[in-house]
């Protein structure tokens, strides 16, 4: 196997099954997501993320896609953690704790969606 031509080069999306498209989306777009452009599509909302690093997708599907069967986490790097956490607050959220240091080297807090999926938002320490 080539290892360069067999490299896994980038991530275009995380797509997360929510319950209620009309109540997620809200609660994405006051955190600050943007709904990429294009035909809307009943039951699904795409926002895109991205810039110098490149554009990636967050999804969200509504429905049952099968049974959860463990936990996951987003990791979403934002330019300030602590005026990310004001304009958290500001939309409603409720973050679990205050931007805080971390010891692998990353300042973050996390909230959770209505259907319980945590976001964790971060920025290197260096």
């Not at 360069?4 to 929510?18: D, E, G, M, P, Y």
Request: hydrophobic letters at 45%; proline letters at 7%.
């Amino acid at each position: 196997m080539d290892e360069r031509t067999a490299q896994i080069v980038a991530l275009s999306a995380v797509t997360l099954t929510v319950s209620d498209i009309a109540r997620s989306v809200p609660f994405y777009e006051a955190l600050g997501f943007v709904q990429k452009a294009g035909p809307a599509i009943p039951g699904f909302a795409s926002f895109e993320l991205g810039g110098a690093a490149g554009v990636c997708y967050l999804n969200l599907l509504e429905g049952p896609h099968g049974a959860v069967s463990g936990w996951g986490r987003v990791i979403l790097y934002v330019a300030d953690v602590d005026a990310f956490y004001a304009h958290a607050l500001a939309a409603g959220a409720k973050p679990e704790f205050a931007p805080r240091d971390a010891p692998w080297g990353e300042r973050y807090f996390h909230l959770v969606d209505p259907d319980g999926h945590e976001l964790s938002f971060a920025k290197p320490l260096t």
